[in-house]
């Protein structure tokens, strides 16, 4: 079945640095449609960004996000991490039909100053 | 501009008495539902999803269950709860049917079973 991959449980690292967090996912259908969301301590999960266009950057608040098929990976990425960007960050994948999402476990971000 | 209402906030059950979460949209004409399960420190997971009043489709049941009496209010339940039942219950809508809808998260319920 469709499945989505995400290796990081927990990333901590300062302020100003990079941030990558990668995700891949498993389906058998040739068009899947990916998505990030993120959940900040107490509050419900909100998308991020989303994408099903192969090879093609997808930008929202900061963080990019391209869909690669030949390697089904959908990394989140974010050049400068701020400390609001401290958060449970989830990638997930839509089954053909649209009526499931399947996430991933989830990678929690811990930017200190 | 469209609500998400759930309730209760939080609830603290014995395990093996019933449960009943409630979550309501309001500003949105026939939307798609959903709940989740969150597992402290874990994933979630989808549970049930509705496209219309009356009509719930199951994705993973964990002893749940789940009704749409109205157009607008999504309903998990259960007679009998056990301690996996322990969690985050977040009811969710999206607007549009399709692959690439996104969908809005309700504020959650958390739920403790002793």
């Known amino acids: 079945g469709d499945s989505v991959t995400q290796t990081e449980g927990l990333v901590t690292l300062t302020e100003g640095l990079p941030v990558m967090l990668n995700c891949t996912y498993q389906?058998?259908?040739?068009?899947?449609?990916l998505f990030w969301y993120v959940q900040h301590l107490n509050e419900s999960p909100r998308l991020l960004l989303k994408?099903?266009?192969?090879?093609k950057r997808t930008e929202h608040q900061g963080f990019h996000a391209t869909l690669h098929k030949s390697s089904s990976s959908f990394h989140l990425q974010k050049s400068s991490a701020q400390l609001s960007d401290s958060a449970l960050y989830y990638c997930?994948?839509?089954?053909?039909?649209?009526?499931?999402?399947?996430f991933g476990t989830g990678t929690t971000v811990s930017v200190s100053p | 501009a469209q609500t998400i209402h759930q309730w209760p906030v939080a609830e603290i059950k014995a395990v093996g008495s019933p449960l009943s979460l409630g979550c309501t949209i309001k500003?949105?004409?026939?939307?798609?539902l959903y709940w989740y399960w969150q597992a402290t420190g874990g994933t979630l997971q989808q549970l049930f999803y509705s496209i219309t009043v009356g009509q719930v489709e199951s994705v993973v049941q964990l002893n749940l269950s789940a009704s749409r009496p109205k157009d607008d209010q999504f309903i998990l339940s259960t007679e009998k709860l056990l301690l996996s039942h322990s969690g985050f219950y977040l009811c969710?809508?999206?607007?549009?049917?399709?692959?690439?809808?996104?969908?809005?998260f309700g504020p959650g319920t958390r739920l403790t079973v002793l």
């Open positions: 389906t058998i259908y040739s068009n899947p449609f």
């Open positions: 994408s099903f266009t192969d090879n």
């Open positions: 997930a994948l839509s089954d053909q039909g649209g009526r499931a999402l399947i």
């Open positions: 500003g949105k004409s026939s939307p798609n």
């Open positions: 969710a809508w999206s607007p549009d049917w399709g692959n690439y809808a996104e969908q809005f």
